[in-house]
């Protein structure tokens, strides 16, 4: 009898121990980002055309989780970073300073990189209040189609460029400032911390979540022996 109980034991415990583990590791889970679905991010650092070089990086947070299929790819508070790309320094005649910068690819905690493009105010918060969680891929088609556009018109400006040319000098010398700012500087661009830039993702992106692994927890009702405030997760 001992014999047959000892033979039972051994053809149990290895599906025990088989679930056991599958309940510790459990499977990761595959998500899918839309192409089009809305960052709310926000500056994390000032940011100025006097003192901006090209190259340097700047950092935004994540305003609001970026989540697909039920799971969270990316809490709020997720650090994104974008590259200065152009500098122009205020000058004289009340020009102004610009800066011109990108987003970089969104790296996730797995080293996932998620491509990612900024976006006008417009197309995120199109009611004016609420940032809606995804724009059509035909918006940031027609965004990204700006230029085909002008290009579109490019000879019709030829043929008329005796009659405009005049007509944008005089309006680039009135932009400028010239004859009425007397030489006076133009100021900086500046840009502060806390100020909301939006972004979309780019394209369509598969994702493996590791789902995270069952913990133990104690809380003060559970706990006997020993006196706890507050609940210990392990």
Request: a positive charge; hydrophobic letters at 40%.
């Amino acid at each position: 009898m001992k014999k047959f109980v000892a033979f039972c034991l051994l053809l149990i415990m290895p599906a025990m121990l088989s679930a056991q583990g599958g309940a510790d590791n459990p499977e990761p889970k595959i998500v899918r980002l839309e192409r089009g679905q809305v960052l709310d991010l926000s500056l994390v650092a000032p940011l100025d055309s006097g003192h901006s070089q090209v190259g340097d990086d700047i950092t935004f947070k994540l305003e609001r989780d970026l989540n697909a299929n039920g799971s969270t790819v990316l809490p709020k508070g997720w650090v994104i970073h974008g590259r200065v790309t152009k500098v122009v320094r205020a000058g004289k005649n009340c020009k102004s300073g610009r800066v011109r910068w990108k987003l970089e690819a969104v790296k996730t905690a797995s080293g996932r990189k998620i491509k990612v493009q900024s976006i006008p105010v417009y197309l995120a918060k199109p009611g004016g209040s609420e940032v809606i969680g995804r724009v059509s891929p035909d918006a940031l088609r027609r965004g990204g189609n700006k230029v085909a556009e002008y290009l579109e018109i490019a000879p019709a400006l030829v043929i008329f460029s005796p009659i405009l040319v005049p007509y944008f000098i005089l309006m680039l010398v009135a932009m400028s400032g010239e004859g009425n700012c007397d030489g006076t500087r133009g100021q900086e661009e500046t840009v502060v911390p806390g100020t909301h830039f939006y972004a979309a993702v780019s394209k369509d992106t598969r994702l493996v979540q590791a789902l995270a692994t069952p913990r133990r927890c104690d809380t003060p009702e559970t706990v006997t022996g020993l006196t706890i405030s507050q609940t210990h997760c392990y």
